[in-house]
């Protein structure tokens, strides 16, 4: 395993749920993202942080919140998805500005019924 | 058109074979270039990075950038079992923010 932890592994949640996503990184890197990978679609970046502040946000429904409490701790806030937001969450972590070297956490998978 | 263009497979080998995997893109400004491997429940794991042109090797491993062509590739000598995982090409550029952009990934088994 990577120097990137991700919990849950496996979610399953209903429409109406709200859940969240958590990461953290013992990698001392000051960086944070979140992506989304969906089967035979490339990675999609989510969110980026760099120094606790939120540095890019791709268009992201606002159903996803994320939350970067220190450099160490990565959360994605979750409230009424829809069937199509079932994908592997992957949190990455780098020295900011350093993205082309990210370090990738194991995912969590999700399925929304 | 894509940005990054990757042949998703499967690619299926026998062990010990050179393996060549490859990803064309679109942007010029690319200067950084990455392959990255994900074995099944796992998340990506850094294997190469290359700037700008030329090759670099390690172990195994050979990545290549041709940027007049536009094209990348990942060797693999000798491959193992082991190898079987699907490989991912990522690229970005200096102003290009924090972002990597991805190939869809192309999946390699390679067989006993």
């Known amino acids: 395993e990577t120097g990137v932890t991700q919990t849950p592994r496996h979610l ?3 429409m109406t749920n709200k859940k969240s996503l958590k990461c953290e990184q013992h990698l001392g890197h000051n960086a ?8 035979k679609k490339p990675l999609e970046l989510m969110f980026v942080y760099s120094l606790e502040e939120r540095v890019e946000n791709n268009s992201v429904p606002s159903r996803f919140s994320p939350e970067c409490p220190n450099s160490s701790h990565l959360f994605l806030h979750l409230h009424t998805l829809q069937p199509e937001d079932s994908a592997l969450y ?15 956490g194991p995912g969590t998978r999700l399925l929304v019924l | 058109q894509k940005e990054v263009e990757q042949d998703p497979g499967p690619l299926s080998v026998p ?4 393996v060549s995997l490859n990803c064309t893109y679109s942007n010029s400004a690319f200067q950084y270039f990455m392959w990255y491997r994900q074995y099944s429940r796992k998340g990506p794991e850094l ?29 693999i000598r000798d491959s193992q079992p082991s190898d079987s995982a699907t490989y991912l090409c ?11 952009t ?11």
């Open chain 2, 90 to 100: 990522a690229m970005s550029f200096t102003g290009g923010g924090n972002k990597l």
């Open chain 2, 15 to 18: 062990e010990g074979a050179i």
């Open chain 1, 90 to 104: 992957l949190c990455a972590s780098s020295r900011p500005g350093a993205q082309e070297t990210q370090y990738f």
């Open chain 1, 32 to 39: 944070m993202y979140w992506y989304k990978q969906s089967a």
């Open chain 2, 47 to 75: 294997l190469m990075y290359t700037y700008s042109s030329g090759n670099k090797e390690d172990g195994r491993f050979t990545a290549q950038v041709d940027k007049s062509s536009k094209y990348i590739s990942l060797f």
């Open chain 1, 12 to 14: 399953v949640m209903g």
């Open chain 2, 102 to 112: 991805f190939g869809t990934g192309t999946q390699l088994k390679v067989e006993l």
